[in-house]
Each structure stands twice: as C-alpha cells, then as structure tokens.
Nanobody, 130 residues
Framework: QVHLVESGGGSVQAGGSLRLSCAAS????????LGWFRQAPGKERDGVAT????????YYADSVKGRFTISQDNAKKTAYLQMDSLKPEDTAMYYC???????????????????????WGQGTQVNVSS
C-alpha cells in the first residue's frame, strides 16, 4: 500500500524555484513527524525539513534555512516543500517520510533520525544546473 506520493521535481537553473508535494494517505494524518529528505548520488540521505502534521512546528537543516519552506494543507493531507534560490548542490532525489503517531509522541520531531521514519515515498528528482 502506497502511503506517501511525492511530485513536483524537475530541472531548473541555479536561482530558480520548485515546489514539491507529498500527498499522504495515512490515517490519521495529524500528529506525525513528516520530513523531507534528499540523497545525492554517492552520498548519504540527509534531512532537509520537518513538520508536525496537523501542527505548526517546523525544522530546517542549516543548508536550506532561508531558502526552503515546509508547509502543509491539513484538509488535503498534503505537505509541501517550497524551494527557492536553488543551488547546484541541491541536486538530489527528494523523499518525504512520516513516522507513526506513537513515535512522534515520544519527543520532538527535530531529533528523529531517518531510520525511525516508518513510511517513505518513492522520491522525486530535483536537478539544478549552474
């Protein structure tokens, strides 16, 4: 069963923007940690941004602060990652992931490692050219 579906990736020039979407079919949608991760070829998967589903708490990696914005539409059960001022080093496969509600209840979403996210989308590719 597919629980998370990403879309919105593509190719842009440096300085451009993209908005990624993550449509969730998880029930309940709220009270989870939902994170965007990215993985470039030959590199480890890194966390980019996190949001508490149904809530307003957000977290950003230092590398994207001020350029990326995570948001959500609770009614649509969809999370977004608005990416502005893109750089070539942002090129990667981007994934959204969600925890169980039980995992989210144990503490801050900002300290949940990728290994503790239970649900993953298939990924969407972002390419930024210089």
């Amino acid at each position: 069963q597919v629980h998370l579906v990403e879309s919105g990736g593509g190719s842009v020039q440096a300085g451009g923007s993209l908005r990624l979407s993550c449509a969730a079919s998880l029930l309940p949608y709220s009270s989870r940690c939902l994170g965007w991760f990215r993985q470039a070829p030959g590199k480890e998967r890194d966390g980019v941004a996190t949001i508490v589903t149904g809530g307003g708490v957000t977290y950003y990696a230092d590398s994207v602060k001020g350029r990326f914005t995570i948001s959500q539409d609770n009614a649509k059960k969809t999370a977004y990652l608005q990416m502005d001022s893109l750089k070539p080093e942002d090129t990667a496969m981007y994934y959204c992931a969600a925890t169980t509600t039980a995992r989210a209840a144990r503490g801050s979403c900002t300290v949940v490692p990728a290994s503790e996210y239970s649900y993953w989308g298939q990924g969407t590719q972002v390419n930024v050219s210089s």
